[in-house]
């Protein structure tokens, strides 16, 4: 079989598309190829509703300690109601009135009861909840919890209310219906959490995040039973807390975006009600130009100072050897204490360059006066003062590992975002650390990869004491590439499994069952206000000035965003820089490429015999084909779409390519060398991104070929 990649190239990468250029002839086409486009079609719609079905009866996550499943199901109707029995709290009232809208809203049941309330307890209650005190909104603090549903009765047991809101959020995942109505399963679950810091941290300073976008995403924290909200709240690009004693903080470093206390006091309330502590951080010594803007005669070097608009690792450094910074920080940290009633406040401490240290003759001559070898050691001098300062208004000191220092005591928590050995180097030096390393979701990496990222190191020599000392971890939400548009799609659904990662037992790690249940988390989240999906079509209409977006989704579907740090290496962004195009549009782990890359290694596993899956990929690979020429028209009259042609392009030859591939591979056909060299060569076009995306379902595509040049 003679195949020409090079017209292939020639024709999607190097040849400008014209209208009228018709990429397409009669030729490249075929009845049997549009048939079985057709027929797929039809069979994908049916599978995906059937799949759908079954999905959504056995999907919860994070998955219990424990479940015993009994036989027969528990129905539920209009007359469904719940108790409260026990030393019961407001919080748990509200959970439970929560969790009752939230049913009705699914299933549509008319019911009589409008909320659960200490008055309206039907002592003939469907479902009755017990729990033994109020719990604490602190770290420890018992969160374990029993659920057992019977056919006649559903009982969810706690130690205190906080268990019993996390019994609440298993309860809503198990709902399940039929031709006949609504059910749950019979079933007994008997759970409690991994780890004791379970949590998220929201960038609000690089992008400002509203007020609405923080309590939805608390609502989905405590859909997957995360416990702490890490708020960042000081940067280089802004300053985001309102500050009565130093009001030029807000007034001079925030460009006017920043959260009253009333508002803060809010969320820390809307936060409690859901068992998720509030722990807010305040970036020193670096990253502290916003601060400086209002008080220059703190920095290391001397001002003024100004907002900065770009990313990176900037120079202003608060000046760590004049008295003047400590009375200023006493005042703002007693302040912070009062508003923020957490235990816990983080001081940041990342990425101090020292550059302004350096230059600086009066804080060099401090350091050889007090015998200071290195910035380190001038930084962990600085943290001592601060954890003075903390310690007095009774708050513990959390820091990112760039605290870690001899110097410092075993009273403080490190957050480890390098990696495992600095987290085990802390456990062993006796210090309480938390994992952030492998969950910086802001890094587009995909949801497998994250999941499968366990808080205690596989290769870690720890003795029980020490395994103790790590006490969870944290997904990190960095904001310099979302606004409160994009930003729930960068979150969810992936921090579910992650969320999973932090609560369940190590050995649940089925990637493919994690999936399955993720697809279903990621809908049911949906009823919370995120905007993770419904966000998607809407950018796309946008971009596509309202026109069909289908041709632009079929391509997006298949795009991610350049991960890890490139996106800024590309193409320099400010924080005034537009976050609306297709690179914003295109979503982290894109599910149909991920699918199409499955479906290839099964091909080549053992399916070339497999007439149903060689119809599938084939389907696919026609559509993508053929995407472009439906594209085209409307990327044409869409100016912001422009940079995008390329990738369009790009998914047509890599489609045409992998047709061949897999021509080639069913018909056990030995590919000529010239074919193979091109192919290679075309490859490496297909990898590089466009418009800081990435096409897919080009590792798939890779496969295919290399299967062909092993056989």
Not at 191 to 200: I, N, Q, S, T
């Amino acid at each position: 079989m003679k195949i020409n990649l090079g017209n292939i190239a020639n024709r999607w990468l190097f040849k400008p598309t014209k209208r009228s250029d018709n990429p397409f002839s009669t030729s490249d086409k075929s009845i049997y190829m549009m048939l079985l486009y057709i027929i797929g079609v039809i069979f994908m719609v049916s599978s995906i509703t059937a799949a759908a079905q079954n999905n959504q009866s056995n999907a919860m996550m994070p998955l219990p300690a424990k479940i015993d499943l009994g036989d027969g199901i528990c129905r539920i109707d209009s007359s469904f109601t719940i108790a409260v029995k026990g030393e019961a709290s407001e919080r748990l009232y509200k959970g439970a009135s929560r969790a009752l809208r939230r049913l009705t809203r699914r299933t549509g049941l008319f019911v009589a009861q409008a909320y659960v309330t200490e008055t309206d307890n039907d002592p003939d209650a469907k479902m009755e909840i017990r729990v033994n005190r109020p719990g604490q909104v602190v770290l420890y603090e018992n969160e374990s919890y029993q659920l057992e549903i019977r056919p006649d009765k559903i009982l969810l047991t706690a130690e205190t209310d906080i268990g019993a809101i996390r019994g609440l959020e298993t309860f809503l995942q198990l709902l399940s219906a039929d031709k006949s109505g609504y059910f749950f399963p019979v079933v007994e679950i008997t759970d409690a959490p991994r780890f004791p810091w379970r949590g998220l941290m929201i960038d609000a300073c690089r992008h400002f995040m509203p007020v609405d976008v923080i309590k939805r995403n608390l609502d989905g924290m405590a859909a997957v039973k995360l416990n702490v909200m890490h708020w960042h709240l000081t940067e280089d690009q802004g300053f985001r807390v309102e500050s009565k004693v130093y009001p030029k903080l807000h007034e001079l470093g925030s460009d006017g975006y920043y959260y009253t206390q009333a508002q803060i006091k809010d969320i820390i309330a809307y936060a409690a009600d859901r068992g998720i502590r509030v722990v807010p951080e305040f970036d020193l010594p670096g990253h502290a130009t916003s601060w400086l803007v209002a008080h220059p005669e703190l920095a290391s070097a001397p001002g003024p100072y100004e907002i900065e608009r770009a990313w990176g690792i900037f120079n202003p450094t608060f000046n760590p050897t004049i008295a003047e910074t400590y009375t200023f920080l006493d005042n703002f940290l007693r302040e912070m204490s009062q508003l923020f009633p957490d235990e816990y406040m983080h001081i940041g401490g990342d990425e101090n360059n020292g550059k302004q240290w350096d230059a600086n003759p009066e804080i060099q001559a401090f350091m050889q006066e007090n015998e200071i070898p290195d910035n380190h050691t001038l930084q962990s001098y600085f943290n001592r003062r601060l954890l003075e300062i903390l310690t007095r208004y009774g708050k513990k000191m959390v820091g990112w590992e760039e605290i870690l220092h001899p110097d410092m005591p075993k009273n403080i928590v490190i957050q480890s975002w390098r990696g495992a050995e600095s987290l085990v180097e802390a456990a062993t030096m006796g210090y309480q650390v938390m994992l952030s390393r492998g969950y910086y979701i802001d890094l587009i990496q995909p949801t497998d990869f994250h999941y499968l990222n366990d808080p205690v190191p596989a290769e870690a020599e720890l003795s029980p004491e020490q395994l103790k000392l790590i006490i969870g971890g944290e997904a990190t939400m960095w904001a310099e590439f979302v606004s409160a548009e994009t930003v729930d799609s960068r979150i969810w659904p992936r921090t579910a499994a992650i969320a999973e990662r932090f609560w369940s037992p190590k050995e649940v790690n089925d990637i493919n069952d994690m999936y399955r249940r993720l697809e279903v988390i990621s809908f049911r989240l949906e009823e919370l206000g995120l905007m993770h999906e419904k966000n998607y079509p809407m950018m796309l209409r946008r971009l596509t000035n309202n026109q069909d977006i289908e041709p632009l989704k079929t391509l997006v579907d298949v795009l991610e965003p350049v991960k890890i740090y490139t996106r800024n290496r590309l193409r320099e962004q400010y924080s005034h820089s537009p976050l609306t195009r297709v690179v914003d549009a295109a979503r982290p782990d894109a599910k149909t490429a991920r699918i199409f890359r499955q479906k290839v290694a099964e091909f080549l596993s053992d399916g070339k015999d497999n007439s149903q899956l060689k119809a599938e990929l084939k389907r696919w690979l026609v559509k993508w084909q053929e995407n472009h020429k439906l594209l085209f028209p409307v990327i044409e009259t869409s100016p912001v779409l422009h940079e995008i042609m390329p990738m369009s392009q790009k998914l047509a030859a890599a489609a045409e390519l992998a047709l061949q591939a897999v021509t080639l591979i069913e018909n056990n056909e030995k590919p000529e060398r010239l074919w193979l060299d091109q192919s290679i060569a075309l490859l490496a076009e297909l990898k590089k991104p466009v418009a800081q995306t990435e096409l897919m379902i080009v590792p798939g595509v890779e496969s295919l070929l290399q299967s062909l040049v092993e056989n």
